[in-house]
């Protein structure tokens, strides 16, 4: 599994540095789509990423107009970071990525077997999500 995985994660590396990105602009990406607006320091410990690792993603993707950083206006302290509609777009194009990365990795099962890998797999990560197997994030 960790062998599959790692071709799968340098496979869709490889399509995003094509891009000038990263798996990690990517998730910066993903997560302000999923789950809306974040101040900076809550983004970086949502996706277990170093503050100091967020504030260069965040400037690479400012830079490149994919997301837009404000400073709260209840406290200039805060910074909060939003997908711009080009990064909404860009996002879309990436997850396509991914699908094809995916259709490559599972390019030798057919449809039922996909369909039982996959099925496989959740119940795997339910039994760590339900604290029987101690799911830890990764880094």
Do not use: C, W, Y
């Not at 590396?13 to 993903?30: E, N």
């Not at 950083?69 to 509609?85: F, G, H, I």
């Amino acid at each position: 599994m960790s062998r599959t995985g790692k071709a799968a994660r340098s496979r869709l590396a490889d399509r995003l540095a094509d891009r000038g990105l990263r798996l990690r602009h990517m998730a910066v990406l993903a997560a302000l789509v999923d789950f809306g607006p974040h101040v900076q320091r809550q983004l970086a410990a949502r996706l277990t990423i170093d503050r100091s690792d967020m504030v260069k993603l965040i400037d690479d993707l400012v830079a490149a107009g994919l997301v837009e950083r404000a400073r709260d206006v209840a406290d200039r302290r805060r910074v909060t970071v939003t997908v711009s509609p080009a990064g909404r777009a860009l996002l879309d194009r990436l997850q396509a990525d991914a699908a094809a990365v995916q259709e490559e990795i599972l390019a030798p099962l057919n449809a039922r077997e996909r369909a039982r890998l996959a099925a496989l797999l959740t119940r795997v990560h339910d039994h760590l999500r339900s604290g029987s197997g101690a799911l830890r994030p990764s880094r």
